[in-house]
């Protein structure tokens, strides 16, 4: 059963078109994380939501902007992608609270940018 | 400037061996650690997490050890077992709220077990 789904799970855009990509979670937990990860580096947090809060990364870019309607949905939408935005971008939920319980991912949306 | 060091991009072993991934940190502040399976076109899985006021942790065939004074910690498979050939992610928090308590990760080991 999944549990965090990422929407597509590849997504090719044009260089400067805006894109979006989706999270949903059937986990009811409170806490949701995009993060980016490009080939052979670290998953880089780029922002999260704690409920309703936004709390950006101090170095994520403008371009990356973030929307979470509701507790099951969160997006992620760049507004003009460039070639160096192609990566893996992650989803991922965590309860607040029990920092001893770990963080479930999404299976990743692959953007390629052309 | 790595937090969350994983020196290692690659580790191959013989199937029934142990396996160990190492993992080295910076911030003294980090006080829970935890290491992830990722397998291909797939997001990563937990696996085992340990605190800092422990040394020690098992799961299973999967045993974390963590040194706080070297600000090292290594997870050992034993055995290894093909099934396991994945990247495995070493992260870390500190306590707070906010950003403190976030996930660092870092870059990743890939295993590779051969029969």
């Known amino acids: 059963d999944a549990m965090v789904i990422q929407n597509p799970r590849y997504q090719v855009t044009q260089f400067g078109k805006p894109v979006t990509l989706s999270c949903s979670q059937t986990?009811?937990?409170?806490?949701m994380y995009w993060y980016q990860q490009k080939s052979s580096q670290a998953p880089k947090l780029l922002f999260h939501?704690?409920?309703?809060?936004?709390?950006n990364e101090a170095d994520t870019p403008d371009n990356f902007q973030s929307r979470r309607p509701n507790t099951s949905f969160c997006f992620l939408d760049i507004r003009s992608p460039g070639l160096g935005d192609a990566a893996m971008y992650l989803c991922?939920?965590?309860?607040?609270?029990?920092?001893?319980?770990?963080?479930?991912f999404g299976q990743g949306t692959r953007l390629t940018v052309v | 400037d790595q937090q969350v060091k994983q020196n290692s991009p690659s580790l191959s072993v013989q199937e029934g061996r142990i396996s160990i991934l190492n993992c080295d940190y910076t911030?003294?502040?980090?006080?829970?650690f935890l290491w992830y399976k990722k397998y291909p076109a797939e997001g990563p899985t937990f696996l085992i997490s340990i605190s800092s006021i422990k040394d020690k942790n098992e799961d299973g065939r999967f045993t974390v050890f963590l040194n706080k004074s070297a600000k090292h910690l290594s997870l050992h498979i034993v055995p290894s077992q093909p099934g396991d050939s994945a990247v495995y992610f070493c992260?870390?928090?500190?306590?707070?709220?906010?950003?403190?308590?976030?996930?660092?990760f870092g870059k990743g080991t890939k295993l590779s077990v051969k029969p």
């Open positions: 986990l009811n937990h409170n806490v």
């Open positions: 939501y704690y409920d309703k809060d936004f709390n």
């Open positions: 911030n003294s502040m980090f006080d829970y």
């Open positions: 991922a939920t965590s309860k607040t609270g029990q920092r001893n319980t770990e963080a479930f």
């Open positions: 992260a870390a928090s500190a306590p707070g709220g906010g950003s403190q308590g976030n996930l660092i």
